[in-house]
Nanobody
Framework: QIQLVESGGGSVQPGGSLRLSCAASGRNFNFPTMAWFRQAPGKERSFVAGISRSGRTIDYVDSVKGRFTISRDNAKNTVYLKMNSLTPEDAAVYYC??????????????????WGQGTQVTVSS
């Protein structure tokens, strides 16, 4: 059974930083694509960033480009999301997701086979 467990969420002031982690367990961490999504109250879950197995291909939603960095450490079975210059618009529950298919980084929720339970990010002064 594959499990994805997120950590690193919390409450920060605008302009602050957080680093989210997603640890995979249950089998070899070798998913072609890992991604982060977020969901704010009353909104749909949406793509934030994705990374290929090698780390050479990365995709970000425009609103986080230049502020967020996704990375992965296959030896540690972990994917990260470093978030800088956070704004209240970034506040949401952040979810880690894994896609076992070789179709590249996709932004739609339906593509992903495994999900973590989510970690809350709050940005307020």
């Amino acid at each position: 059974q594959i499990q994805l467990v997120e950590s690193g969420g919390g409450s920060v002031q605008p302009g602050g930083s957080l680093r989210l982690s997603c640890a995979a367990s249950g089998r070899n961490f070798n998913f072609p694509t890992m991604a982060w999504f977020r969901q704010a109250p009353g909104k749909e879950r949406s793509f934030v960033a994705g990374i290929s197995r090698s780390g050479r291909t990365i995709d970000y939603v425009d609103s986080v480009k230049g502020r967020f960095t996704i990375s992965r450490d296959n030896a540690k079975n972990t994917v990260y999301l470093k978030m800088n210059s956070l704004t209240p618009e970034d506040a949401a529950v952040y979810y880690c997701a894994a896609d076992r298919n070789l179709i590249g980084i996709r932004r739609d929720v339906e593509t992903y086979d495994y999900w973590g339970q989510g970690t809350q990010v709050t940005v307020s002064s």
